[in-house]
């Protein structure tokens, strides 16, 4: 199974990916930065502002799947032995709809107004047929026909450089501040793939000396290009209420232009027939981990009837919307939605909960939705010495700590990592 991830990049296009913009506005000496993304931390206790010269360095992740466990997914998208034991374990409790995703994001921040990214997202929305396919094979189910379908599955790799402003403004009467941010982000497309509709039904006989295949969908991938997003962010800090601040943006909208996107598709004529290919002419591994789509033979290319176009086109980037707030007495809140397959809209609480051990600040918060279903979730951050007067800060999150504890049962987990430092 350490092929695993390829074989999904290749056959399934799941998400090796997916998310995460950070916008990293908020300075605080006691609470950890901001951020809006996969990593949704309270608001601050006291408020000032950093001096210009600081630089940052953090990496997020954000993965999850509401059917497969941690011991799975994680292993099977970063590499690993999966038991054949869990494997069948997993399958005996698989829904027939399944969904799933993985994001991360390097990042580097110069003086809080410029940035250098990579970030890599993407979501999966599949079946449980399509699972067997991958992780079992269908020498596993001799006899049986196998209907293995993904409905929509998005995959991005891209690398960004960020202009980041700011522009504060006193509201009257004393009520407040509101501040508007936002960055705009040039970038340079690595690879982009994308499946719609896609099908396989496969049957392999009893003596698997044949393998009757029918499938259908459309398959796109690029591996350049270039384009332009933006990243908008309105917070309001309050000085009177229940409500001390409430912020809502959008990051990562814009679009990306590729003149080589490979699109690779059915023959209209073969559109509704059925191929059988004799094992003596290729393995079903081969088959299934997708050379088919690139490099096999001209011979089994004909045979499945393959078409393949070159065409250019503007792609719309995974955008996020979000909206957040800070209360007194109920802590902190935050809904987000990406534009990605698999990933539902997410909820965050983080209560008034915090416990000090010297300079290190724990908070403990859970969230529904997004890649997974629910997760327990630790916020800790370590102000080595004020930022004030110039310091080390460490930022630290767990996501998904139930997974850690249970790694055979539940799923999904990130994390978030930062250090800030003051020149």
């Not at 300075?27 to 000032?48: E, G, M, Q, R």
């Not at 034991?85 to 994001?103: H, P």
């Amino acid at each position: 199974m350490k092929r695993s991830f390829k074989i999904l990049l290749v056959l399934l296009l799941s998400a090796q990916t997916v998310q995460a913009q950070i916008t990293d506005t908020t300075k605080v000496p006691d609470i950890a930065a901001k951020n809006h993304n996969s990593v949704n931390l309270p608001s601050k206790d006291t408020v000032f502002t950093l001096r210009p010269k600081t630089i940052k360095v953090s990496f997020e992740s954000e993965s999850g799947s509401p059917a497969m466990p941690l011991a799975i997914t994680g292993r099977f998208l970063l590499g690993g032995y999966i038991p054949s034991e869990r494997i069948s374990e997993t399958e005996e409790r698989l829904k027939t709809q399944l969904r799933g995703g993985i994001a991360a994001t390097m990042q580097l921040n110069v003086a809080d107004k410029f940035y250098v990214r990579r970030h890599q997202m993407g979501g999966i929305r599949f079946n449980d047929d399509a699972f067997r396919l991958v992780f079992q094979g269908n020498g596993a189910y001799l006899g049986e026909t196998l209907d293995a379908r993904i409905h929509k599955a998005t995959q991005w790799d891209v690398v960004e450089l960020g202009f980041g402003f700011e522009k504060n403004r006193m509201l009257p009467a004393g009520k407040g501040n509101v501040r508007f941010t936002g960055s705009i982000n040039p970038g340079w497309l690595q690879s982009y793939s994308a499946v719609n509709n896609f099908r396989a039904t496969v049957f392999t006989d009893t003596l698997a000396q044949h393998v009757d295949v029918f499938w259908g969908g459309s398959l796109h991938r690029a591996r350049s290009g270039f384009g332009l997003t933006v990243n908008t962010d309105v917070s309001y800090e309050l000085q009177k209420g229940s409500w001390k601040e409430v912020s809502m943006g959008l990051s990562n909208f814009g679009l990306y232009y590729t003149g080589s996107l490979n699109t690779y598709s059915r023959l209209p004529a073969m559109a509704n027939s059925t191929v059988r290919l004799e094992s003596a002419t290729t393995s079903l591994n081969r088959i299934f981990r997708g050379d088919w789509f690139g490099d096999r033979v001209d011979t089994i290319k004909q045979a499945l009837g393959l078409d393949s176009s070159q065409s250019s086109k503007m792609l719309l980037a995974p955008f996020e919307l979000y909206v957040s707030g800070m209360h007194s007495k109920w802590g902190w809140v935050s809904l987000c939605y990406k534009h990605l397959p698999g990933y539902l809209p997410r909820f965050d609480w983080q209560p008034n909960v915090k416990i000090g051990i010297g300079a290190l600040r724990l908070y403990p918060g859970i969230s529904l939705g997004g890649f997974d279903t629910w997760n327990i979730n630790l916020q800790s951050n370590w102000n080595w010495k004020p930022m004030q007067r110039g310091g080390l800060y460490f930022n630290l999150r767990l996501e998904g700590l139930e997974s850690l504890a249970m790694p055979g049962r539940l799923n999904g987990f990130g994390a978030y990592a930062s250090v800030r430092v003051q020149l």
